[in-house]
């Protein structure tokens, strides 16, 4: 067998290659040439667009050197006469540069191991970092992660916006990219340093350095004091020490870690710098006028336009505001008025937040944030607060008017009532408590709380709470139930959203966007945003109008007299909040209020403190909100020309309504007396009582008279009868008696004698024919069916029994007792020997009031 291939002719073995193996080779070989120019054109074209983002960056740089060295062009605030009010960044006193051989290293190695670790590293782009950004941004399948290096930023700052697009990120390379060829790292750190922006319009480390810490030498800040300000630029408004000193304090945090992970700074060192609480120096105060109002402009530009605030304020752009100087200005100068606020204990003030709102197009007309707004920098008139009554137009009365089923002449019910099986039990703090009825008109202008509560149970709370998300207010799970009558909310609401509320009040039932920006121009003029109205219909025109009419009696005749207006219709609600802390005593409060409007202009006022506890709160009551409404009002309205709310052109006429029926009623039979005494609940101001009577006899019930009392002696009353009593309010004026109260029966048990029975001989009747008689001896005698007695009643009115005993079965027929109901002439009685006035149908209608001697009739 052969071991090999061999030749045909000599049997050696063949090294001639296998069939095919050739082609093989040079398959390979292609596919390698292949590549080679593949990867060549991939190295030409990275060079050539290496060489193009080169080429792009300094042409960029070159055409645009001298914005290295020139400032941005500041933004205006205008009124809407184009009256400038503030310049949002002046170079003079809002940036002081600093060469960098004067920033101290530890402040350049602060920011450089926050922003850009890798800084002296790259060559202006970190590819490492543009790597974990790419990473980042496809998880969030969006752009998150900026990834820009210190001189990216440079780059932007300087030639571009803040966009985060992929063109954006391309040129911004370029740029950074030739300013590494024009700059050193040093000279690049010291553009960046001087123009990052640090929050409250303070441009670079130095500017920021003095403002925040009152430290002019840089060498002089300490090192959590370096590490507070490399944590602002991330998010100015967010992380600077005075906006918001919490989140200042976490993010210095942030950076101390940072700082110790490069071993910049020890252990020790950080938690020491941690540990520091920031206090604001008395120097960082805006020059400003308006501050309130120019912070809250500024936020609402970066809102409606989507601008961050370093390019809103240094683009050169002109701001239109709705602002009324002359209000802001009286504002301004009330709120710097120490004797409008009540005086505090020790150094921590109380505060307060006023703002006003011309309801016709919801422009804001003025705001202040706070006593010292310059100093803390937290604007309270967006901050959430608990209403208290101001509450009730909104989540009560408004929205039971708008069902249509009420009125203000409707008849509400303040009784001491508990609700969710006795868990609820609002309280009044009306000198007189729990009155009964009670008009809606009434109850809101005493500030009464049960009505309120009362009248939300009845329309139910989710009525309550959808007509206040119509009116921008929308309101959680956890507010599901009747306390919200009274204001009290898981969250609260701020006084920004009380004036839009009330401004739909106002207005006719309009709900209008409050905003403080008309428009905003470009440095070439052209328009850039301007604000469009979405102005809805909330609720009928009749419901604003009643809501305005029954607040209008707040301020004439009820808790909000100090807020009047000279010259003006004033409507509006005051406010409280108890106090509610445990192991204090006091009838104070957390909160007080007053939400009102004229027809020109609403406006809220709040006062409290920012935190409450036994030795801060108010002591006073909401009259210094009301007060303080109306000093600025005045004072801001001077110029502006008179209006009138609006009236529907169709409004229901107020109708006659019956009393409510009486609750409460008792009935205790007195011994000592021989007297059933009865007592019941007010129904009100204004109202007398009828009381009814029947016995077990049979018959129904009969009127045994009528007192403005609330309470009534019943002493015709015979033993061994049950007696059952029912009462009605009524109301002369309208002529119209309420709904009869629950009846009470009470069933006498005394040593009288019992009613003779037929047949058996009755008692002699003693009837005087001399002497001293309080009839008029005139008198003439009485046909039968015709009762006398005398007409001079005493207070309380009850016969003696002895002048008042049981008729006689022969001489009267079989009526029940008080229930005469043949006509009578005269005062006295009718058949049933009954004691009180008997003119009309039933001769026993009096007031149980008259004395002398009881006649029975004789039958015919």
Same mark, same amino acid.
């Given at each position: ?44 074209? /990275? +060079?050539? %667009?290496?060489?193009? #983002?080169?080429?792009?960056?300094? =042409?960029?740089?070159?055409? !645009?050197? $001298? &914005? ?74 969006? /752009? +998150?992660? %900026?990834?820009?290096? #210190?001189?990216?930023?440079?780059? =932007?700052?300087?030639?571009? !916006?803040? $966009? &985060? ?696």
């Amino acid at each position: 067998m052969r071991s090999s291939e061999q030749t045909p002719k000599t049997g050696q073995p063949s090294n001639s290659p296998k069939k095919g193996s050739g082609k093989k080779k040079k398959k390979r070989g292609k596919v390698w040439l292949w590549m080679f120019f593949v990867a060549l054109l991939a190295v030409v074209c /990275a +060079v050539v %667009g290496y060489l193009l #983002i080169i080429l792009n960056g300094e =042409r960029i740089l070159s055409k !645009n050197i $001298d &914005k290295l060295n020139d400032m941005e062009q500041a933004s205006r605030i205008v009124d809407a006469s184009g009256n400038e009010l503030s310049k949002l960044y002046v170079s003079g006193g809002n940036r002081e540069y600093v060469m960098i051989k004067d920033i101290p290293k530890e402040v350049q190695q602060a920011f450089v191991a926050t922003e850009d670790k890798r800084f002296y590293e790259h060559s202006g782009v970190d590819l490492w970092g543009i790597g974990r950004a790419l990473v980042k941004d496809v998880i969030a399948r969006s /752009a +998150v992660e %900026g990834a820009s290096t #210190i001189t990216q930023q440079v780059a =932007r700052n300087i030639f571009l !916006n803040a $966009d &985060k697009t992929i063109f954006r990120k391309g040129t911004e390379a370029s740029i950074a990219l030739a300013l590494e060829n024009h700059k050193s790292k040093d000279e690049i750190l010291e553009l960046y340093l001087n123009r990052i922006y640090f929050g409250k319009g303070q441009w670079g480390i130095k500017t920021a350095a003095k403002y925040y810490f009152d430290v002019d030498n840089l060498e002089d800040l300490k090192l959590w004091q370096i590490a507070t300000l490399a944590g602002i630029p991330k998010g100015p408004n967010i992380y600077n020490p005075i906006n918001n000193p919490e989140k200042s304090m976490d993010r210095r945090g942030v950076i101390l870690s940072l700082m110790e992970d490069q071993g910049l700074i020890t252990e020790a060192e950080k938690q020491e710098a941690m540990a520091v609480e920031y206090k604001k120096p008395a120097s960082a105060k805006s020059n400003s006028e308006f501050t309130t109002y120019i912070d809250y402009v500024v936020q609402e530009a970066q809102d409606v336009t989507g601008w961050d605030e370093e390019k809103l304020l240094t683009g050169g752009y002109t701001i239109v505001t709705t602002i009324n100087t002359d209000a802001q200005k009286a504002m301004e100068k009330e709120f710097a008025n120490d004797a409008n606020f009540e005086k505090s204990e020790d150094e921590t003030q109380i505060q307060g937040a006023m703002v006003i709102m011309d309801q016709h197009d919801g422009s804001l007309v003025a705001m202040v944030g706070g006593r010292d707004y310059e100093q803390k920098g937290w604007n309270r008139v967006t901050k959430a607060r608990q209403p208290g009554s101001s509450f009730k137009p909104i989540v009560s009365y408004g929205p039971a008017i708008e069902s249509g089923d009420y009125f203000p002449w409707s008849i509400l019910r303040d009784d001491k009532i508990c609700y969710n099986n006795g868990k609820y039990c609002p309280t009044d703090s009306n000198s007189k408590k729990y009155i009964g009825a009670v008009s809606m008109a009434d109850a809101i202008r005493e500030s009464r709380n049960q009505p309120a509560v009362w009248l939300l149970n009845e329309i139910g709370v989710k009525t309550g709470v959808n007509f206040a998300g119509k009116l921008g207010i929308e309101l959680g799970s956890d507010d599901r139930n009747l306390a919200i009558a009274l204001g009290g909310l898981t969250n609260g609401v701020s006084p920004l959203q009380m004036v839009t509320a009330y401004g739909a009040f106002a207005n006719g039932g309009t709900l209008e966007t409050a905003h403080s920006i008309s428009k905003i121009t470009d440095s070439a003029g052209d328009t850039v945003y301007e604000f469009k109205s979405k102005a809805k219909q909330v609720m009928k025109e009749t419901t604003a109008y009643y809501v305005t009419d029954i607040m209008k009696g707040v301020v004439a005749g009820g808790t909000g007299t100090k807020a009047k207006v000279s010259g003006r219709t004033v409507a509006g609600k005051t406010g409280t909040t108890q106090l509610g802390l445990s192991g204090v005593k006091s009838s104070g409060n957390r909160d007080v209020w007053f939400v009102g409007y004229t027809p020109e202009w609403t406006a809220a006022v709040w006062m409290g403190y920012d935190k409450t506890d036994k030795d801060h709160y108010v002591k006073k009551s909401s009259g210094q909100a009301a007060a303080l409404f109306s000093k600025v009002m005045s004072a801001g309205l001077k110029n502006v020309k008179k209006q009138s709310f609006p009236t529907p052109s169709s409004l229901e006429e107020e109708k006659p309504t019956a009393p409510g029926a009486i609750t409460g009623l008792v009935g205790t039979y007195n011994t000592e007396d021989v007297a059933v005494e009865l007592n019941w609940t007010s129904a009100g101001d204004g109202y007398t009582y009828k009381v009814y009577r029947k016995d077990n006899s049979g018959a129904g019930f009969v009127n045994i008279g009528e007192t403005a009392e609330t309470s009534w002696i019943d002493n015709s009353i015979l033993p061994e009868v049950t007696y059952t009593y029912y009462v009605t309010a009524y109301d002369a004026e309208t002529k119209q008696e309420g709904e009869p109260s629950q009846s009470v029966s009470v069933t006498i048990t005394t040593d009288l004698e019992p009613t003779p029975s037929p047949g058996e001989e009755s008692p002699p009747i003693d009837v005087p024919s001399e002497g001293p008689s309080e009839q008029p001896s005139e008198s003439p005698s009485l046909p039968p069916g015709e009762g006398g007695g005398g007409n001079s009643g005493t207070p309380g009115g009850s016969n003696p029994p002895s002048e008042s005993p049981p008729p006689s079965p022969s001489s009267t027929p079989s009526v029940p007792a008080n229930g005469g109901e043949n006509p009578g002439t005269g005062n006295g009685n009718g058949n049933g020997g009954g004691n009180g006035n008997g003119n009309g149908t039933t001769a026993s209608t009096g007031d149980n009031s008259a004395k002398g001697v009881a006649i029975s009739a004789a039958t015919p």
